[in-house]
């Protein structure tokens, strides 16, 4: 099994423009880099928490192997019979 993770926190300040610096060692943590996508959200109890949006719908499919391959093979089944209807 691998090392428990351990949560990490530290104080950062909001800029004149609202932008706010993840530092390193988080942005590390969390494998995060550049130029990636977050949601960002206000909760009712005002907590802001943001999520990275890493995972594109192929990984999220392996995660199910099952479910991915039929799926995919339906997918690929509706395409196949669009293009043969579209054709004539």
Same mark, same amino acid.
């Given at each position: 099994?691998?090392?428990?993770?351990?949560?990490?926190?530290?104080?950062?300040?909001?800029?004149?423009?609202?932008?706010?610096?993840?530092?390193?060692?988080?942005?590390?943590?969390?494998n995060l880099h550049?130029?990636? $996508?977050?949601?960002?959200?206000?909760? #009712?109890? =005002?907590? +802001? *928490?943001?999520?990275? /949006?890493? &995972?594109?719908?192929?990984?999220?499919? $392996?995660?199910?192997?099952?479910?991915? #391959?039929? =799926?995919? +093979? *339906?997918?690929?089944? /509706?395409? &196949?019979?669009?293009?043969?209807?579209?054709?004539?």
């Open positions: 099994m691998g090392a428990k993770k351990i949560p990490l926190e530290t104080t950062v300040i909001i800029s004149s423009k609202g932008q706010v610096v993840i530092p390193k060692e988080l942005r590390n943590s969390a550049e130029g990636e $996508k977050m949601l960002i959200r206000v909760r #009712e109890d =005002n907590v +802001i *928490e943001l999520v990275p /949006l890493k &995972k594109d719908v192929e990984d999220l499919f $392996k995660i199910f192997p099952i479910a991915y #391959e039929k =799926n995919r +093979i *339906e997918d690929d089944e /509706l395409i &196949k019979k669009y293009f043969e209807e579209n054709e004539k």
